[in-house]
């Protein structure tokens, strides 16, 4: 109760007695009761209680007072889930790792139903309000192309649990994420509560007020970096055996490197920090503050440590991405060139240190997968950290002589250029390492150069990926078989299980090939998509990803946070590639989602 209380005091303490904000714009009653509402003006004479103007100046002020503070009460109650989802569910557990998948849906559900649902209805009913004010001229421009693809996709969720054989499954989804409607609705919720209703300072502006949200922005921000800071430093600990809230008592050693700090599962932990680091790194980009930036520096090498030691390879796919989409926005100018060849530092650095760490307590650090020991402890690393350190001297040395302005004039010739060369040559290579899997597995290489690559990237059988070569093609042969209907609209949300074991064929091949355990997903959250809620809700999901990447992308100068948004995007379809949804990590999207959208909203306002 203090703590609601608390988050009352923060985001009504700047109120004044006659205004109240609207859509992150400072409105007074008078704007509210009729006059200069959304594009147009609206008479007096229009908004008494009976239509004719007769008491209808009191009586609209006593609604509009009573509708800001509906307002305000659901911006508190969505503050209090923004803080409680960033700052205390990652470190929250039960019973240890025993059911913590179930133990943090708990939570999730318990916070949402209290929470999140109340804010909702209230935020339904001062919608409602504007929309009758202003005779729906207020939805004129309201709804972007972000807004539109979480509508669609949230739309096409609820079409296949409607369709679905298996309503209960496909509401709840799998016990241990459940990632069925309830959830995919809760998903969609919050991204358009905290869209409209995050607490910015009233009148910060422009691209630095990143750093002047009010307090209870503040708070929540410190909530998160807290949180995850935390959760990463314990995710470190554990790959050297440093325990220290006794998550490991009780269970077999043999498992300490399938799970790590509070998160649970390395796929799961693997897919939370790539979600949210994307948040610090882009401060540290685009913080001026020393203070700041040496701040989200220590923040950025826990979460690069912590990155290279959880040993999840799809982590690197996510990083890769990260990395790419960073390097997009660099090409800009001179100056954020300079940023990025500071993160390529701080992270090779990350690397090596973790490296030497394990060089230094061999007897107590965990032996990683192939792909994280060479970069901890390989050459790659330190040819990195030279290479990028000597491109970070000559541009800064460059700067010097010809002076910023005319880098910056020159640089606007061939910085694009560089950024287009860049990104086709990253797909080039994506393609170039399709086609050698492709004709190495199919065995053309050693029919046409009598050459055999044995490397377990490259040969695509069913133990590729950690059997994931067997369940893809298992899955793909699954949607091949679905009934139009269902190709089209799916089984229903989540309900990749409870389908695929219903059909005897395809529930004696998966037992026979992981008995005693059972198979409940995809492990590619696309792929399992396609068979969830059909090409019609994969579609709309992609839509969205596209939707959102291409809108942050257009205005990340102007803001950290909205540059975040697009990286976390990036960052969560190149984990969740090789990964699948789950409560861990899919909700964190879509906060952060809601977060660059409400930054980008303001400025657009």
Known sequence: MSLCLFFKFLSSGNRKKDRFSVGGASMDQKQLTGQNISDGAESKDHI???????????????????????????????????????AVFPLYFGDKYHEIGAYKYSFFSGVSTMILVPAAVLAVLVLVWNLGKSRLRVVKGEISALDAGVLLYMAASAVSYLLSDFPSEAWEGVGGWNMGLRTQLLMGTSYFLISRLFP???????????????IGGKLIFCGFF???????????????????????????????????????????????????FAVGLCIFFAAESRKIRVISGIYCVLGFMTLVTQNSDSAFSSMFLLFL?????????PHKMERFLEVIILSAASFKAIGLLQWGFADKALELGTLSMSLSQGWISWLVLLVVAACYIALLQLEEKRGEARLKESWKKWGSRLRLVCIFMAAAGIVLAVILIYFNTNGFLQEWFGITLNNQYLLFDNKWGSDRGFIWKTAAGLFAALPFGKKLFGVGPDCFMPYSYSIPEYADKLYQYWKPNILTNAHNEFLNLLICIG??????????????????YRASRKSPLILAGMLCILAYAGSNFFCYQQVCCTPFLFIIMGLAESALRRLEK
């Open 226 to 276: 807290l949180g995850s800071g935390l959760t990463f430093l314990l995710g470190i600990l554990h790959r050297f055996l440093i325990d220290p809230l006794g998550m490991y008592k009780g269970i077999d050693s043999s498992y300490h490197i399938w799970f790590l700090s509070t998160i649970g599962q390395a796929t799961w932990y693997s897919s939370y920090v790539c979600t949210v």
């Open 200 to 214: 910015w300072k009233k009148g910060a502006q422009g691209p630095g007020f990143l750093w002047t949200t009010g």
């Open 48 to 86: 008494g209680a009976d239509g004719d103007g007769s008491g209808s100046g009191q009586e609209s002020r006593d609604a509009g007072w009573v509708i800001a503070n509906i307002r305000d009460f659901a911006q508190f109650l969505t503050g209090c889930w923004m803080f409680l989802m960033l």
């Open 535 to 552: 090409i019609a809700g994969l579609l709309a999901f992609i839509a969205m990803l596209c939707m959102g990447v291409a809108r942050f």
């Open 325 to 333: 989409g960073l390097f997009a926005v660099a090409c800009g100018s």
